[in-house]
């Protein structure tokens, strides 16, 4: 793709990365700061690449047209809209995000 498209975080993704740094740098602050730039860098290359996130599994997140990026132990859900990729939400793998999103 060759225009860039800008990046939006939904308010419930930006609490998200917070919670999640927070939790982490609790027991390891460089390993926060190293999680947090891992987010910052994946994150962007969407406005390149938007449609490189693999659609989820779960039929109704198909139908919403959700897509997935995995950072570490996270899933970021996100959606491609027409001018811009929303994040909507950053979760843990292991979370059942269905009722969540």
Excluded at 21 to 44: C, G, H, K, R, T
Excluded at 72 to 95: C, D, G, M, P, T
């Amino acid at each position: 793709m060759e225009k860039n498209l800008p990046i939006k975080y939904l308010p419930s993704a930006e609490q998200d990365i917070i919670e999640i740094i927070d939790y982490v740098s609790m027991d390891n602050p460089p390993a926060a700061l190293n999680l947090l730039n891992q987010f910052d860098e994946s994150i962007s290359i969407l406005a390149y690449f938007p449609l490189s996130g693999p659609i989820p599994n779960d039929a109704r997140l198909q139908l919403l047209n959700y897509r997935m990026l995995g950072i570490q132990s996270y899933l970021v859900f996100y959606v491609v809209q027409n001018e811009f990729v929303e994040i909507r939400r950053v979760l843990h793998a292991k979370r059942k995000y269905d009722f969540l999103l």
